[in-house]
């Protein structure tokens, strides 16, 4: 069957506070950053994407964080609901480049 | 709604015996990708296809196979499939020609080998 995963690194979160999600980059080129929300037995759901020239996106409930200097995203979810529980990815890619590069993944576990 | 659609949504086949995957799609989108996803990891491309060009990843085994008749699907045919194949497939599309550079996946098929 399936081989065995990895853990996942979890952030538990009590409902109602905010959640940071962080992720180190490694392609200095890039230039267009992707969140995706995946719940259990689901596809990746599109969140909010970034381009270089920006260092903060705020869309609903989210705000996305882009240091390039360091190569760090961040997503920050206001107000954490049960809803939010889900993996969160984040993936970059450049200009031309038909292909994403997905980071690990991170648990996010509300706690009601 | 313009989505992405992936059958089945459950797929049991038996260790060797040929098997097909399909995705649609209705955002007339140029791109189509699929994706292999295991347990508590990110997902793994396969292979996509940029209109009828096909472009495969360096390390998809030969056992992996996709078909794209027209723009709206795309097909994934694993020709005797392991016990290791067994995961998540992801349908992906996207229209770099219109700067839509961000993916939009289907819901995926999970596939199981006995």
């Known amino acids: 069957g399936e081989s065995v995963g990895l853990h996942l690194p979890t952030l538990s979160v009590q409902e109602g506070d905010n959640s940071i999600i962080n992720c180190a980059y490694s392609?200095?080129?890039?230039?267009?950053f992707i969140w995706y929300k995946q719940e259990s037995g689901k596809g990746p759901q599109f969140i909010i994407d970034?381009?270089?020239?920006?260092d903060k996106r705020q869309g609903q409930r989210v705000t996305v964080l882009l240091n390039k200097t360091v190569k760090h995203l961040s997503l920050q979810i206001a107000a954490t609901q049960p809803g939010d529980s889900a993996v969160y990815f984040c993936?970059?890619?450049?200009?031309?480049?038909?292909?994403?590069?997905f980071g690990k993944g991170n648990q996010v576990v509300v706690i009601p | 709604d313009a989505m992405v659609i992936q059958n089945p949504r459950y797929q049991v086949t038996q260790f060797g015996k040929p098997v097909t995957l399909s995705c649609s799609q209705t955002?007339?989108?140029?791109?189509m990708y699929w994706y292999q996803q295991k347990s508590s990891q990110a997902p793994k491309l396969l292979f996509h296809?940029?209109?009828?060009?096909?472009?495969n990843e360096a390390d998809t085994p030969d056992n992996f196979q996709s078909r794209r008749p027209n723009t709206s699907f795309c097909f994934l045919d694993i020709r005797s499939p392991g016990l290791g194949d067994a995961a998540m497939y992801l349908c992906?599309?996207?229209?770099?020609?219109?700067?839509?550079?961000?993916?939009?996946f289907g819901p995926g098929t999970r596939l199981l080998v006995l």
């Open positions: 993936a970059e890619t450049y200009y031309g480049n038909n292909r994403l590069a």
């Open positions: 392609n200095s080129a890039s230039d267009y």
């Open positions: 970034i381009r270089s020239n920006m």
């Open positions: 955002l007339n989108h140029n791109v």
């Open positions: 296809y940029y209109d009828k060009d096909f472009n």
């Open positions: 992906a599309t996207n229209h770099p020609g219109q700067g839509a550079v961000t993916q939009y």
